[in-house]
């Protein structure tokens, strides 16, 4: 079935360009004004899209699909709706790809009903990381709703679908009002594992960000500008798909609600800068500037709709994110970009180029990305978790999904398919 996929893939790809939509038949071509550098990226979209779906994306004997995240075998609710994203418009010619999508959305209300605040799981359903990271409640909203969108097939929103996005909202109502009424506790945080103290704000807590690494300040801000996004998508859901006015209202007041807690107490002065976001708050007046890799970052606002690419203050962050400014931006030999505490002083994450490129207005900058992005390869044709910048054969992670798919995420979007960027 797998090698089917491909195969239907590579024809899709190339009817799209004998009909003029935009995509070529060798998806690398065109993407740069260098043949050479082309051919080395070509290579990487079909590594990274084949690989994705052969070898990460698992049909089980339930009927659910499951999702690793490469070498670690476990399921993360993000990774998995990130690394299934490329192939929505496919799915919309191919039962199989459409019967994986599915699966991939029936398998997370499972988890999501097992324990709203784990952010990974094993195919077998048990718990294997407890860290509440709230952007892993959001991602298969996210997903799920850009499936249906793109595809019409309202077949995914299970009664079981529906219990799991509403076990989502009540947990951010819960975790809105963290000190009151939460039980959430974990021994990485401060505070007899509570976390470090907060004020209410209308954001909701989360303990980790989407690194997996603790939270400084517990009020994320990419992770509540995603929230509010979603919140948004949910509300539509529920009055077009479930028919459902109070919930509907619910999860847009709920948008509304953190945006206003975004924009109260998410932004600061910074020279020379002016006006930018916070990567962590705590409603208090502490603020965490800086920003990481993984997404939602500051860097990701436009890829997941919050603002757009011309937004003055996205505009500033995003100036501020990619200068010496940001501790965990580095300047290497052969790359340069936003890495991440979660590994070494100097590695740049293929994840933030290929973000820097979707939201970048200026083509020579993508084409710059493009070059880090191909020197990352150090043979096996695959983007890593993170590399060295001034010796990209140092890297971490032999194998991981994420960086994968966004990369073909990318390549689509810059052939013409609008799968990256709403």
Same mark, same amino acid.
């Given at each position: 079935m797998l090698n089917r996929i491909r195969n239907r893939f590579l024809a899709f790809v190339l009817a799209l360009s004998v009909v003029g939509i935009g995509v070529p038949a060798r998806a690398g071509e065109g993407l740069t004004l260098s043949p050479t550098l082309n051919a080395k990226l070509n290579v990487l979209y079909l590594t990274a899209f084949d690989e994705t779906i052969q070898r990460h994306a698992l049909a089980q004997r339930d009927g659910? /699909?499951?999702?690793s995240t490469g070498d670690i075998d476990a399921e993360w609710l993000r990774d998995a709706s990130e690394t299934v994203r490329p192939y929505i418009a496919l799915?919309?010619?191919?039962?199989?790809?459409?019967? /994986?999508?599915?699966?991939?959305?029936?398998?997370?209300?499972?988890?999501?009903?097992?324990?709203?605040?784990?952010?990974a799981f094993s195919s077998n359903y048990h718990v294997v990381e407890h860290k509440f990271e709230v952007d892993s409640?959001?991602?298969?909203?996210?997903?799920?709703?850009?499936?249906?969108?793109?595809?019409?097939?309202?077949?995914?929103? /299970?009664?079981?679908?529906?219990?799991?996005?509403?076990?989502?909202?009540?947990?951010?109502?819960?975790?809105?009002?963290?000190?009151?009424?939460?039980?959430?506790?974990?021994p990485q945080l401060a505070n007899n594992g509570r976390g470090s103290p907060v004020r209410y704000t209308g954001m909701v807590w989360t303990g980790f960000r989407p690194s997996d690494d603790p939270a400084r300040y517990h009020f994320n801000i990419p992770d509540n500008m995603f929230a509010s996004v979603v919140m948004r998508d949910l509300s539509a859901l529920e009055r077009d798909v479930w028919h459902d006015g109070r919930m509907s209202a619910n999860?847009?007041?709920?948008?509304?609600?953190?945006?206003?807690g975004i924009e109260q107490y998410g932004t600061l002065e910074l020279a020379p800068f002016g006006r930018i976001y916070a990567y962590e708050v705590d409603g208090r007046g502490h603020a965490n500037v800086m920003d990481d890799a993984n997404i939602p970052?500051?860097?990701?606002?436009?890829?997941?709709?919050?603002?757009?690419? /011309?937004?003055s203050l996205y505009k500033a962050t995003r100036k501020f994110a990619l200068s010496d400014r940001n501790p965990y931006f580095f300047r290497g030999k052969y790359a340069q970009g936003i890495g991440s505490p979660h590994t070494p002083h100097g590695y740049v994450w293929p994840l933030a180029l290929c973000v820097q490129a979707l939201t970048a207005t200026d083509d020579a900058e993508v084409n710059r990305v493009f070059g880090w992005i191909a020197v990352s390869d150090v043979g096996d044709h695959r983007l890593h978790e993170s590399f060295n910048s001034d010796w990209p054969e140092a890297y971490t992670r032999e194998d991981f999904a994420w960086p994968n798919a966004l990369y073909a995420q990318l390549v689509l979007a810059r052939r013409g398919q609008a799968y990256a960027q709403r």
């Open positions: 659910t /699909t499951y999702v799915s919309a010619h191919d039962p199989d790809v459409a019967r /994986t999508l599915r699966g991939v959305v029936a398998r997370q209300a499972k988890y999501i009903l097992i324990d709203p605040y784990a952010n409640l959001l991602y298969p909203i996210w997903f799920s709703y850009d499936y249906y969108k793109q595809t019409g097939d309202r077949s995914v929103f /299970t009664p079981e679908v529906r219990r799991a996005f509403d076990r989502v909202v009540a947990t951010l109502r819960d975790e809105q009002h963290h000190a009151q009424r939460s039980h959430y506790r974990n999860a847009w007041g709920l948008s509304v609600e953190i945006q206003r970052s500051l860097l990701s606002i436009p890829y997941f709709g919050y603002l757009p690419k /011309t937004n």
